[in-house]
């Protein structure tokens, strides 16, 4: 079966700092993959989707940024964290509906 | 008015009740809907995935579809404690898209 791995579960980072999210795939080969964002109140949103490696789409335009080095590599960057960047980050894959990871909740200081 | 509309609760309950959670929604061209759930901490699970119209039953948890009030519910019978968790309601155009428009999530406690 397919599973998703994503570290770290928790980060506290300060204003300016960069950032790297990770998350790996086993399970799967050539998934789509995507990164979300859950703010308090706000739902879920999508940042962005991958087909393919280095094959990126950002669905909203922001601080961050996303790359996918290896086929079941998708990583989160940012160079410099603002505050409105803090919520809970979580990838994805989808084959009938999405399976995510555990998440990263990152807090930005 | 939003795509998805879910009433974030919260929402408590006494073990053994009868649950009926909601969401509500504009685009008449959804197909697919999909119910999550989201323990604290952790990411959302599939729960519920339906086409259309229609009653699906798995166990404790019944989705309903109904296409024509563009309003979908989950039923959880007999809730337990662990049931304590938020709900995410979730749907699409094609079976296929992978553009979900989610709900906001509805928190559920269910108390011994």
């Known amino acids: 079966s397919q599973t998703i791995h994503q570290w770290p579960a928790t980060l506290v980072q300060p204003v300016g700092s960069p950032l790297s999210l990770e998350c790996t795939v086993e399970?799967?080969?050539?998934?789509?993959l995507y990164w979300y964002r859950q703010a308090a109140g706000r739902g879920l949103q999508l940042l962005f989707y991958?087909?393919?490696?280095?094959?990126i789409s950002s669905e909203v335009p922001q601080n961050l940024s996303a790359s996918r080095p290896q086929d079941r590599q998708f990583i989160l960057s940012s160079k410099k964290l603002l505050l409105s960047d803090s919520g809970f980050y979580l990838c994805?894959?989808?084959?009938?509906?999405?399976?995510f990871g555990s998440g990263t909740r990152l807090t930005v200081v | 008015q939003k795509e998805v509309e879910q009433d974030p609760g919260p929402l408590s309950v006494p073990e053994g009740a009868i649950v009926s959670l909601n969401c509500t929604y504009s685009?008449?061209?959804?197909?697919?809907f999909m119910w999550y759930r989201q323990y604290s901490r952790k990411g959302p699970e599939l729960l519920m995935y339906?086409?259309?119209?229609g009653n699906k039953e798995d166990g404790r948890f019944t989705a309903q579809v109904d296409k024509s009030s563009k309003y979908i519910s989950l039923f959880i019978r007999d809730s337990q404690p662990s049931d304590s968790a938020t709900y995410l309601c979730?749907?699409?155009?094609?079976?296929?898209?992978?553009?979900?428009?989610f709900g906001k999530g509805t928190k559920l406690t269910v108390n011994p």
């Open positions: 339906t086409y259309s119209s």
């Open positions: 979730a749907m699409n155009l094609q079976g296929g898209s992978e553009k979900l428009v």
């Open positions: 991958s087909v393919g490696i280095g094959q």
């Open positions: 685009n008449s061209a959804f197909q697919y």
């Open positions: 994805a894959l989808y084959r009938y509906g999405y399976t």
């Open positions: 399970g799967t080969s050539n998934p789509n």
